[in-house]
């Protein structure tokens, strides 16, 4: 090491050559962090959003269909597994209502029933809705190795209150597929300046 930092020294040619290098390689390699933690962030942000709007649409759509089923004007089963099943084939996601800390209805009863997904509410989804009284919460949940988002409201069961909860997992695949695919992009795209700069690096030194 000694030896290659002397030799660098007292070499214009390998100077020339690693100063064009450097001045090739250094401002791509800051566009390409700030271009990966920018758009990352944004797709993050934006299925955080998308899963508080889910949330709302779904516990729209429940206190509405249960309005109805008390007129009698709607065709629906109570509050169960089978609306929920019917719900999440409108929004394309999985559906979950709990009472209290409890189970009472889920559109993936199977995953529940396995012991796959815990039957209860997570600590931080009934702080949120039941104790601090907020409109919807976004919290990172984990199965096994992977973990997902999931958004939560509190939804209006007749004379009580429930929660709701949707998990985006389909969405939160997608999503980390896309930042692994701009990743993927953004270092094909570093080891092409990369080549390129050392190339009229090479040229240059001659």
Do not use: C
């Amino acid at each position: 090491g000694r030896l290659l930092i002397r030799e660098i020294r007292t070499s214009f040619y390998r100077k020339l050559f690693l100063g064009f290098v450097a001045a090739a390689v250094v401002p791509v390699l800051i566009l390409a962090v700030s271009t990966r933690t920018y758009v990352a962030g944004r797709l993050r942000s934006d299925i955080e959003a998308e899963a508080s709007r889910t949330a709302a649409v779904a516990r729209r759509m429940i206190e509405e269909s249960l309005a109805l089923q008390q007129t009698g004007t709607l065709g629906l089963p109570a509050l169960d597994d089978d609306l929920l099943v019917w719900l999440s084939r409108v929004i394309d996601q999985d559906v979950n209502v709990f009472e209290g800390p409890t189970l009472m209805a889920t559109s993936e009863r199977s995953l529940y029933a396995s012991g796959v997904l815990p039957t209860r509410t997570s600590a931080d989804t009934y702080r949120a809705i039941v104790l601090d009284r907020q409109a919807a919460h976004v919290a990172r949940d984990r199965v096994g190795e992977f973990d997902y988002l999931s958004a939560s409201a509190p939804v209006r069961l007749g004379d009580r209150e429930a929660i709701l909860t949707v998990p985006l997992t389909l969405r939160q695949q997608a999503i980390e597929q896309e930042i692994t695919d701009l990743t993927r992009r953004i270092i094909l795209a570093v080891l092409a300046f990369i080549l390129a700069g050392s190339g009229l690096g090479y040229w240059m030194a001659e």
